[in-house]
């Protein structure tokens, strides 16, 4: 039986918000087994998101409530894309000062030490906002789009990653036995990390992101000179938020207009840039939700759990207003103000970008 240590923290609350990812429930794990084990402490769980505060929405969390969860995919929690500071659906004002305050009455009247965010840039920022409300809060950043600011990784990326990989594989043998291009578009919102380590893991020809805006003629280029040199198939990773360079001249309401006329998807907008480019035969695939479903990878298991440890020794020290952080191969923590309002983009001159091209791979514009 180890013995109880103490803890600043008695109470805390615990929520997973901004789009789900393997591992949450792994990092859920984490601070709940070491906090009420090694701390003794007190856990509320709270339903989807800042959505389960604003209704009060909350149950205790035993000992059996996160056992056996490790490898399973999702939230026991529920998660919801409710941002308490933003007017959504016409929203007053006034709208927007209830819900802060009564995430501010439920954090009170349940008397929490402090609350535990698992989430993304938005849900880190929201919880940064709160904090300079005077609510202590702990950040544990996750989603598969590795887009926040201030850890060199979240979890649910690699087991993204794995996913996307798969799907590439899986795609060679089409392409190559039907002699098509195959246009495959990935996740990870405004950012390309997903979409550039998937297509370099799965030997794509060409890889698309958002940080590189791409030329369809160079790229009907780069597919014609594969074809003449007996590559009869080739394979584009393109991530959701990839742009043309028309589409990077254009402003929000021109590319929502554009984007309204030639359809949402990226990969089936592709898809016709290249047939009428090359007159090659050229199919879609929107890998989608798969790139988020499912239970997490090993090394997902790893730093979820390690990040749930680390915001439990945060919690017994008192150490609030801060978000644990992968730095190298350090588990470490930063002010919870580092993501606020910021995406981590793949910079160009990343080691990832220079690793594609040396293998020959297309990255949208010479
Ligand atoms: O942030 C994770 C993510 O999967 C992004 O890659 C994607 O653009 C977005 O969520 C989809 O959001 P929703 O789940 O609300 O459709």
């Known amino acids: 039986m180890v013995s109880i240590q103490s803890s600043v923290t008695k109470t805390f609350g615990i929520l997973t918000a901004g789009g789900d990812c393997p591992g949450l429930n792994a990092a859920i794990r984490g601070v709940c087994q070491t906090a009420h084990e090694r701390y003794g402490m007190h856990i509320i769980g709270i339903a989807d998101g800042y959505r389960g505060l604003i209704d009060e929405n909350v149950r205790p969390l035993k000992p059996p409530d996160y056992a056996g969860i490790l490898t399973r995919g999702g939230t026991i929690l529920g998660a919801s894309r409710e941002k308490p500071f933003k007017a959504e659906n016409g929203d007053s004002d006034k709208a927007v000062g209830k819900k802060v305050a009564a995430i501010k009455e439920t954090y009170h009247k349940l008397k929490l030490d402090c609350l535990v965010i698992l989430g993304g840039n938005g849900t880190n920022t929201t919880g940064s906002w709160l904090a300079q409300e005077g609510l202590n809060v702990i950040g544990l950043p996750k989603t598969i789009d590795n887009d926040v600011m201030g850890t060199d990784l979240t979890f649910g990326f690699d087991s993204a990653l794995t996913i996307c990989t798969e799907a590439i594989d899986r795609l060679h043998t089409t392409a190559e036995s039907h002699h098509r291009i195959i246009v495959i578009e990935l996740m990870g919102h405004k950012v390309g990390w997903l979409a550039l380590y998937a297509g370099v893991a799965g030997g794509s020809d060409v890889?698309?992101?958002?940080?590189?805006?791409?030329?369809?003629?160079?790229?009907?280029?780069?597919?014609?000179?594969?074809?003449?040199?007996?590559?009869?198939?080739?394979?584009?990773?393109?991530?959701?938020?990839?742009?043309?360079?028309?589409?990077?001249?254009?402003?929000?309401?021109?590319?929502?207009?554009?984007?309204?006329?030639?359809?949402?998807?990226?990969?089936?907008?592709?898809?016709?840039?290249?047939?009428?480019?090359?007159?090659?035969?050229?199919?879609?695939?929107?890998?989608?939700?798969?790139?988020?479903?499912?239970?997490?990878?090993?090394?997902?298991?790893?730093?979820?759990?390690?990040?749930?440890?680390?915001?439990?020794?945060?919690?017994?020290?008192?150490?609030?207003?801060?978000?644990?952080?992968?730095?190298?191969?350090?588990?470490?923590?930063?002010?919870?103000?580092?993501?606020?309002?910021?995406?981590?983009?793949?910079?160009?001159?990343?080691?990832?970008?220079?690793?594609?091209?040396?293998?020959?791979?297309?990255?949208?514009?010479?």
């Open 207 to 366: 890889i698309l992101i958002p940080e590189i805006p791409y030329d369809i003629k160079a790229i009907g280029r780069h597919l014609e000179h594969r074809a003449k040199s007996g590559k009869t198939y080739s394979i584009v990773a393109v991530a959701e938020g990839a742009l043309s360079l028309e589409e990077a001249k254009m402003d929000k309401h021109e590319r929502k207009k554009y984007r309204a006329e030639n359809g949402p998807s990226i990969a089936h907008r592709l898809t016709r840039e290249i047939s009428k480019e090359t007159g090659m035969d050229t199919r879609p695939t929107v890998l989608g939700y798969m790139q988020r479903g499912g239970g997490p990878s090993a090394f997902d298991r790893v730093l979820a759990t390690s990040f749930g440890v680390a915001a439990a020794e945060l919690l017994a020290k008192g150490k609030y207003g801060r978000m644990v952080a992968l730095n190298g191969n350090e588990i470490g923590s930063v002010d919870l103000s580092v993501p606020e309002s910021k995406v981590k983009t793949v910079p160009l001159n990343h080691c990832m970008i220079d690793t594609a091209i040396a293998m020959g791979i297309f990255l949208g514009s010479k």
